[in-house]
Nanobody, 126 residues
Framework: VQLQASGGGLVQAGGSLRLSCAAS???????????LGWFRQAPGKEREFVAG????????LLADSVRGRFTISRDRAKNMVFLQMNSLKPEDTAAYYC?????????????????WGQGTQVTVSS
């Protein structure tokens, strides 16, 4: 399975971005039954959990730092996951990675994800 993230860019504080991640795989392999997540990593910092969603979109998790500003959603039919980011802050600046969980559920531990996208850069200016 390959994950391709897109939608990053440069935005002013208070602005919005929508990240997308498309999954593709050989022999029709998909992530439609896997939990999906978004993580981010700023220079000099460890990768941190941002948001997760379970296999059917019925349950989501958000990091405290983004709750109320970010929303995660998915389109199972298209094998895509999205991260809507509003009210962006300079501290949201990081490379954002999408990932597919080993199970049907998402969680905050990156070791539970076995497929990762290449990352898309988000830069928020003050």
């Amino acid at each position: 399975v390959q994950l391709q993230a897109s939608g990053g860019g440069l935005v002013q504080a208070g602005g919005s971005l929508r990240l997308s991640c498309a999954a593709s795989g050989r022999s029709g392999r998909t992530v439609s039954n896997n939990g999906l997540g978004w993580f981010r990593q700023a220079p000099g910092k460890e990768r941190e959990f941002v948001a997760g969603i379970n296999w059917n979109g019925g349950n989501t998790l958000l990091a405290d730092s983004v709750r109320g500003r970010f929303t995660i959603s998915r389109d199972r039919a298209k094998n895509m996951v999205f991260l809507q980011m509003n009210s962006l802050k300079p501290e949201d600046t990081a490379a954002y990675y999408c990932a597919a969980s080993r199970s049907a559920y998402s969680n905050r531990d990156p070791s539970n994800y076995n497929y990762w996208g290449q990352g898309t850069q988000v830069t928020v200016s003050s």
